[in-house]
Structures are given as structure tokens and as C-alpha cells.
């Protein structure tokens, strides 16, 4: 227990790893439920800075520099997060609130840690008024993000899988209500893995845009290669994972 007390906040590398490690394979990540997931990982910051206040009197020097990192190192995280959540497809509308929340509150609990750990006076005042601009700004991209995501109805019209079944073209209608829509053609590997708290599935990659409620023609020519609209394409240069 005296261990964790002294290393404490060299916790905030494990979000950083773990998401850096699922995007490198490629793969991005659907919580069993949006609404758990997003009060699990509010409650988990929340902790965090609690303890880390807590652990101060016995931090070692290297904690204390990951605590004065904290304002960078927990929103890094959060944003590697926000990229592994799906942002295309059916979910895309849950992805967009989890991610309008998760990151303003990881720049609250971080620079609660870094108002701890910090000494210097200029220190703490550069970085908070860093942060409460970087804040400002995310506020306002995040409103108009959610209200672009809000009030549209993602709907998978139609999958078709390759012979082998290792990947399958998605049709996603996004329907905007009086303002219109939009469909994206998304192709993807199909292989899942389920690690309790959610799905790790292969990151769908879009190669067409057109109008809402469009058709396609979809033909797969082999395992790794299909025409779409008359155009031949091949999966591997838009899927990446093994």
C-alpha cells in the first residue's frame, strides 16, 4: 500500500498505453452500455484526484512530476479515447456525448492534481490560464459538434460480407431531418473481441460519400476486393488491422 502511495500518479500512463496500444491494432472500442462507461470513467477521475491530493505527503519525485504532467498527460489520454470510441456508424451519436464530457473533466481533475503538486507560483498560473483557454475553446467546438450529432438518426441500411467473411461493406444513412442527410459506404474487418466492459471491432474506413437514401451497387470480386458503382476497390488499402 506504502508502494502506491509513493507512485501513484504514474497511474495516468496506463489510459495513455492501453488506448495507444488498441489503435495501433487497429481496432476501436464499443462499451456494453454508453451511459455505464461514461459514469465509470467519471467516477475514475474523480478518484484519481482524490487519492493523488490524498498521496501527496508521500509521493516520491518522480510522482510528483507526473502529477505537475497531469494537465497533459490525462487529457492525452482522454482525447486517445475519443479516437478509439467509434465515430462512424451506428454509434456515432453516443461516441460524440461521451467524448463532449470526458475530456473537460479530465482537464478539471488534472489540474486539480497539478495545483497540488505545483510549487511555483508562475507555473500554476501559466498552465491554468493555458487550460481554461484550451477549455474555452473545446466548449465551443464540442456544442457545435453535439448539436450536428444530436439531432441525426444513424441507421445501417445494409451490410454485405466478403465470401470469406473477413470484412464487410456497411451502408450508414444519416438522416438530418428537414436539413436532408447523407450516406457513407464504411468497409471493416469483422473480427471482434469482447472484453467485458465493451467490444473491440475492427475500425470501419469510409470510401464514399453521397447523397441520403442513396443505392449502391456492391459486388465483391474475391476475398479482398469489390466494385462498388462500377469502381473495383481492394480492402487492404483501407484496413489496416491484421
Request: hydrophobic share 50%; charged share 15%; net charge negative.
Amino acid at each position: 500500500m506504502t508502494y502506491i502511495k509513493k507512485y501513484f500518479n504514474l497511474l495516468t500512463l496506463l489510459p495513455l498505453l492501453l488506448w495507444s496500444a488498441v489503435l495501433g491494432m487497429g481496432y476501436s472500442f464499443v462499451p456494453v452500455n454508453y451511459n455505464w462507461f461514461l459514469a465509470g470513467f467519471l467516477l475514475m477521475h474523480i478518484l484519481y484526484a482524490f487519492f493523488a491530493v490524498k498521496f501527496k505527503n508521500y509521493a516520491e519525485k518522480i510522482s510528483e512530476v507526473f502529477g505537475i504532467l497531469a494537465p497533459f498527460i490525462m487529457p492525452a489520454g482522454t482525447i486517445l479515447l475519443s479516437a478509439v470510441l467509434e465515430t462512424d456508424g451506428i454509434y456515432a451519436k453516443q461516441s460524440a456525448i461521451c467524448a463532449a464530457f470526458i475530456l473537460p473533466v479530465a482537464v478539471i481533475t488534472s489540474l486539480v492534481v497539478f495545483f497540488t503538486y505545483a510549487k511555483r507560483e508562475w507555473v500554476k498560473i501559466t498552465v491554468g490560464i493555458t487550460a481554461g483557454f484550451i477549455l474555452g475553446i473545446y466548449f465551443i467546438i464540442c456544442a457545435g459538434f453535439l448539436f450536428s450529432r444530436w439531432f441525426v438518426a444513424f441507421e445501417l441500411t445494409r451490410s454485405v460480407a466478403s465470401p470469406d467473411g473477413n470484412y464487410a461493406i456497411e451502408i450508414i444513412t444519416y438522416d438530418e431531418g428537414a436539413l436532408g442527410g447523407s450516406t457513407k459506404v464504411l468497409v471493416k474487418g469483422t473480427d471482434e473481441i469482447y472484453i467485458g466492459l465493451g467490444t473491440l471491432k475492427e475500425r470501419s474506413h469510409a470510401i464514399e460519400h453521397g447523397r441520403w437514401a442513396q443505392e449502391y451497387e456492391i459486388i465483391w470480386t474475391g476475398n479482398e476486393t469489390f466494385i462498388l458503382d462500377g469502381e473495383e476497390y481492394c480492402v487492404k488499402d483501407y484496413v489496416t488491422a491484421p
